[in-house]
């Protein structure tokens, strides 16, 4: 930048030593799910204009929009997996209330005592996974009848 006539002021304060984890590959592509990517920053030479002025440069419009696109995508994926784990909580609480009424109905339709007992041991079993399940999962989960 100084063979080409930049003046000291502007390379102290605009143009900044690259670093080797500014030279890294984008994992978006490659890892689009992967951890901790909502905290990544563009580099500086990235989010740098040449203009002076982001109205007068529309390739930087271009790459913000590009960016702000992709960023708005990642989110609209985390909402939607948050949501399917509400449902999840939900369907596993169901799960296990619906075990609960099996072995229920077992044991009032056994005929020995053996039977009887074992059926209400897992009536007891099943109940306490689903207590359990919706005391963890209070206030989170979605429940659809």
Known sequence: MQRLGVDEETLTNVYQEIQPN????????TKENRHG????????????????????????DEFYRVNW???KARWQRWDEELN?????????VSWFQ??????DRRYHQAT???H???AQQQVLLWERFELDAQNAFKDKMIIVN
């Open 22 to 29: 500014q030279l890294t590959v984008n994992q978006e592509v």
């Open 37 to 60: 990517q909502g905290s990544d920053r563009l580099a500086w030479f990235w989010r740098f204009n040449n203009c002076g002025n982001t109205h007068e440069d529309p390739w930087m």
């Open 69 to 71: 696109l992709k960023a």
């Open 84 to 92: 399917l784990v509400k449902h999840e909580m939900g369907w596993t």
């Open 98 to 103: 619906n075990k609960k009424d099996e072995w």
């Open 112 to 114: 020995k005592p053996g």
């Open 116 to 118: 009887q007992a074992y």
